[in-house]
């Protein structure tokens, strides 16, 4: 099930490229807070410094990227559009200022600023989601990009709204966070809005990438529901604090959407024309990866302290943590960001010149070398991490946070890199013969 | 004005995100010249394929360019849907398949 696509609905350059411009520095953001985190970290999941580690590593630069490639995704191949690209625009800058806001007020736990960023936070998920809703709506298509999208919307706004719960009831304390309300709300955001976002449009966008047309997805509308299903069923139970073997039931039953596509992208991907893969592909690989780490670790973090390295189960969290945000949507984001935006430079930049002049392709657009760069670095530096948080080690915190750091730096050299003057690399007249009948 | 000619027009038409020209591709189904007139039959390599569209249209763009008098129709089919068999032996080449003998 994919959708007929519209690319002629592809929003301006500008529109689109600022979410993917900013975005690395949120991973820089986060590495560096990394770099000096403090010897609580290993205390407790929910120490501010960690706090806002996550959120400038979730809302900074995940969320960045992945709002820019829904603006793209929503208008160009899910057909639909966009409600207001004056809006879109806006949203931008009030979304990086109002997540570098809420990070330092996390940071620093302000909570006198908190409940005002936090709901700038939010103001900015409720402008995306109204934007990229209305390109859903009006929509023909009823394709899993478009499943997955809409869910995901629904699932931010849950996740917007747990989080701003908590800093809005910080000094009351009428709804405390406790560890189980806190796995709800960071299950909502990741596995909810990112993962579901994610797994839904991975359904189009691998086959389309990797010409891929012998194999068709098994399980597709299966994994949207059941894993948002699942979701909300993680949520409810958690929210509970309950004991760990129920905390594992449900931690199996919302990996078990998760494993069915990752079974899905695998076979997708082994049946694929396109055998020499470029970074699209590799990423696909390489942060699939990651999800079946991810899982693995995020078992025994449910399971807790009966499990974890020497007694303390943020260990596990931390690397649960790491490996799904950084390695499984980190990744998978990198990689299709070297395609939103070479596609529309193409689109807008060198499309019009087609037949007068040789223009460039997409691969041409970008830089290969920089593209697996970014990606080598971000997947060094993720698993150096998980292995630095399951150890223990804060200094190996500090030096993957560096690595972190610097990866987001080159990712960023790679979007930035694409916007130079490009020419074609295949050997074409500049001018199409033209045949006198 | 012929098949052969048009066709050689279209092998300047590329899918900008493969590299590859429609005709090595083998997205070019069929090719009629009648008198000034040239209908072209193609197809994508997938339904979903975001470039599709585009690629129809530069088509249509680059045979009014090389056939100025020409009365061009470019027409997207479906019908047989795409298969890697259809890649010529060059562009098979470039996506990393085995020569077919």
């Known amino acids: 099930m994919s959708a007929r696509v519209a690319p002629a609905n592809s929003p301006p350059l500008g529109l689109v490229s600022p979410f993917l411009l900013a975005a690395p520095f949120g991973l820089v953001a986060a590495g560096a807070l990394l770099a000096a985190a403090g010897s609580d970290t290993f205390a407790a999941i929910n120490v501010p410094h960690t706090v806002a580690i996550t959120h400038a590593l979730v809302l900074g630069w995940v969320t960045t990227l992945m709002m820019g490639a829904l603006y793209q995704l929503g208008a160009a191949v899910i057909g639909g559009r966009l409600l207001s690209e004056r809006l879109a625009r806006f949203q931008v800058v009030l979304h990086i200022g109002a997540v570098a806001l809420f990070t330092w007020s996390v940071a620093g736990w302000r909570t006198g600023l908190m409940p005002a960023a936090g709901g700038l936070v939010v103001l900015s998920f409720a402008l995306f989601a109204a934007n990229v809703a209305h390109a859903l709506l009006t929509s023909a298509n009823h394709s899993l990009p478009r499943l997955g999208a809409g869910l995901a919307l629904s699932w931010l706004g849950i996740a917007g709204g747990i989080g701003l719960t908590f800093a809005l009831a910080l000094n009351q304390a009428w709804f405390p966070i406790t560890q189980g309300r806190l796995a709800a709300h960071a299950h909502a955001g990741l596995a909810g809005w990112l993962a579901m976002t994610l797994l839904g449009v991975s359904y189009q966008l691998v086959p389309m990438f990797n010409v891929i047309t012998k194999a068709k997805p098994f399980h597709g509308g299966a994994v949207l529901a059941g894993t948002c299903a699942a979701i909300a069923l993680f949520a409810i139970v958690m929210a509970f604090d309950p004991p760990w073997p129920v905390r594992l039931a449900a931690a199996m039953l919302l990996a078990a959407g998760p494993t069915a596509w990752a079974v899905d992208i695998v076979r997708l991907l082994r049946s694929r024309s396109k055998r020499r893969l470029d970074i699209q592909g590799r990423a696909t690989i390489v942060s699939t990866a990651f999800l079946g780490a991810t899982i693995v670790v995020g078992l025994l973090a449910a399971i807790g302290e009966p499990v974890a390295p020497a007694g303390e189960p943020t260990r596990l969290l931390l690397a649960y943590g790491i490996l799904g945000i950084g390695g499984w949507m980190g990744c998978a984001m990198v990689g299709n960001s070297f395609k939103i935006l070479p596609f529309l430079l193409w689109y807008h930049r060198y499309r019009p010149r087609v037949g007068t002049a040789p223009v460039p392709v997409v691969g041409d657009i970008y830089s290969e070398a920089v593209a697996t760069a970014s990606l080598a670095s971000l997947a060094g530096a993720v698993a150096w991490l998980a292995v630095s948080a399951l150890a223990g080690s804060l200094t190996g915190l500090h030096a993957g946070g560096m690595l972190l750091a610097g990866s987001g730096l080159i990712h960023f050299a790679g979007m930035a890199h694409t916007f130079l003057p490009k020419t074609s690399s295949r050997d074409v007249p500049s001018r199409v013969p033209v045949v006198h009948s | ?101």
């Open chain 2, 1 to 101: 004005m012929n098949p052969s000619s048009v066709a050689s027009a279209l092998s300047h038409v590329f899918d900008p995100e493969l590299g590859i020209d429609v005709v090595s591709l083998g997205l070019v189904y069929s090719i009629d010249c009648v008198a000034n007139d040239m209908t072209v039959a193609m197809t994508t390599t997938s339904a979903s394929c975001p470039m599709g569209p585009a690629i129809l249209q530069d088509a249509a763009v680059i045979l009014h360019r090389a056939f100025p008098g020409a009365t061009v129709s470019v027409e997207f089919t479906d019908e047989p849907a795409w298969h890697p068999d259809m890649l010529s032996q060059q562009a098979r080449s470039i996506l990393g398949l085995p020569m077919t003998a």
